[in-house]
């Protein structure tokens, strides 16, 4: 039996690889009009009125490669954060829903998995975080990840590519026991045989996404402010840097009062929905595959 545990593992990690890859890359040039939407003071030239005028005055003026800059360092930090991502989520939902209720399903094992899923998944995400988003920013000096990494640690220190980390779990442990709760939520409804039907995973992973996005707005924009440390905020600000969750939220609470907590919340959701469909449906896909695979291969010996 330890075969086939391994086998499952390797699955949900070559699953969750595939499909966090997949969900960073199709969505960028969003994440990138998202990134820049969240800027607090930006510069004249980068004021959007809307995701698809950023998007395409961002092409016209900066060239049609600008907004997939730093792409490359995501998709090298999403592989591993996602497959850690999706091992653990399998690992522990398995594990809590077997001690809270036994052979069914339990939410709060669900959010639990998704939560502490999470730790893992941010701690391998967060220095490619760091420099993805400085890469994006308007005017970002940097055009090489090399460049940006070396800059980061030689003026700011090892710890910048952790500044923002706290932030990022206050963010994301929320974000993902609502996705993970609406999404489950979602598949009992749609799927209640919890068989591989890839609309039910497209519609829920959507929703979910779109909720989760939506009520973790404030806390992103925050996350965008400290892995960035937009220098005209900075000049508001005494210390020098930016470091923590309470000093991020006063400095955006001070330079555009609370409807600044919702800057890119469009940019957001529109980057939110697909990007959890496709992360869904490609892994429940892949599991579907590498579990079909392993059953015809076991009753072909």
Not at 17 to 39: F, N, W
Not at 123 to 142: G, I, L, T
Not at 154 to 161: I, K, R, T, V, Y
Request: with cysteine; proline share 4%; glycine share 6%.
């Amino acid at each position: 039996d330890a075969a086939r545990v391994g086998a499952t593992v390797t699955t949900h990690m070559v699953a969750g690889a595939v499909a966090g890859i997949l969900e960073h890359c199709v969505m960028y040039p969003i994440d990138c009009v998202k990134t820049r939407m969240q800027s607090l003071q930006p510069d004249p030239a980068a004021r959007y009125r809307n995701v698809l005028e950023a998007l395409w005055r961002i092409i016209r003026t900066e060239g049609l490669w600008r907004p997939m800059r730093g792409l490359n360092v995501t998709a090298t930090g999403a592989g591993p954060a996602h497959a850690l991502y999706f091992a653990c989520y399998e690992k522990l939902k398995k594990t809590l829903s077997d001690v809270i209720h036994p052979g069914g399903n339990s939410h709060i094992a669900n959010g639990a998995a998704g939560c502490v899923a999470t730790l893992l998944h941010d701690a391998a995400m967060n220095p490619a975080e760091v420099v993805k988003q400085r890469m994006q920013m308007y005017n970002s000096p940097y055009h090489r990840v090399t460049d940006c990494v070396r800059a980061v640690w030689q003026n700011e220190g090892a710890g910048a590519f952790y500044r923002s980390y706290t932030t990022q779990l206050t963010m994301n442990v929320p974000f993902q026991a609502i996705h993970f709760m609406t999404y489950e939520f979602l598949q009992e409804h749609f799927n209640p045989q919890r068989r591989y039907n890839p609309s039910s995973h497209v519609l829920s992973g959507a929703c979910a996404g779109a909720v989760a996005a939506a009520a973790t707005t404030p806390l992103d924009v925050c996350k965008t402010l400290l892995n960035t440390q937009e220098s005209l905020a900075l000049n508001s600000n005494i210390t020098g840097h930016i470091t923590g969750m309470a000093s991020a939220f006063r400095t955006v609470y001070q330079v555009g009062g609370v409807t600044a907590y919702f800057r890119g919340v469009q940019a957001r959701v529109i980057y939110q929905i697909p990007s959890t469909a496709i992360a869904w449906s490609v892994y429940e896909f892949f599991k579907y595959l590498i579990t079909k695979r392993q059953e015809e291969w076991r009753a072909g010996k």
